[in-house]
Nanobody, 121 residues
Framework: QVQLVESGGGLVQPGGSLRLSCAAS????????MGWYRQAPGKERELVAT???????NYADSVKGRFTISRDYAKNTVYLEMNSLKPEDTAVYYC???????????????WGQGTQVTVSS
């Protein structure tokens, strides 16, 4: 009933930019933290960036200064703007949101399906 739908992934050249979007829909009561994670082949899934319900953010060291996370509270959407992309940014990017369903007492981590980002010449 609660669903996260990602968009914006694709192929981009090194040094280019890409903007990912993730929209939560369904029977949503409230959303706490939202974030982006990524997993490259043969590597563990790692945190990229998170944004709290109050707007606080944190980033992985590898993306600081290049990526920006933001959210639209009215649209239940989180964005990841990626600039100065490098080949090592290539990975499947996953959206995560801590969501309490409407009339629900507890929140739960929901994950998007993942979107492929490929940085290559």
């Amino acid at each position: 009933q609660v669903q996260l739908v990602e968009s914006g992934g694709g192929l981009v050249q090194p040094g280019g930019s890409l903007r990912l979007s993730c929209a939560a829909s369904g029977s949503i009561g409230s959303i706490n933290a939202m974030g982006w994670y990524r997993q490259a082949p043969g590597k563990e899934r790692e945190l990229v960036a998170t944004i709290g319900s109050g707007g606080s953010t944190n980033y992985a060291d590898s993306v600081k200064g290049r990526f920006t996370i933001s959210r639209d509270y009215a649209k239940n959407t989180v964005y990841l703007e990626m600039n100065s992309l490098k080949p090592e940014d290539t990975a499947v990017y996953y959206c995560k949101a801590d969501i309490r369903r409407r009339l629900g007492p507890l929140s739960y981590d929901y994950w998007g399906q993942g979107t492929q980002v490929t940085v290559s010449s």
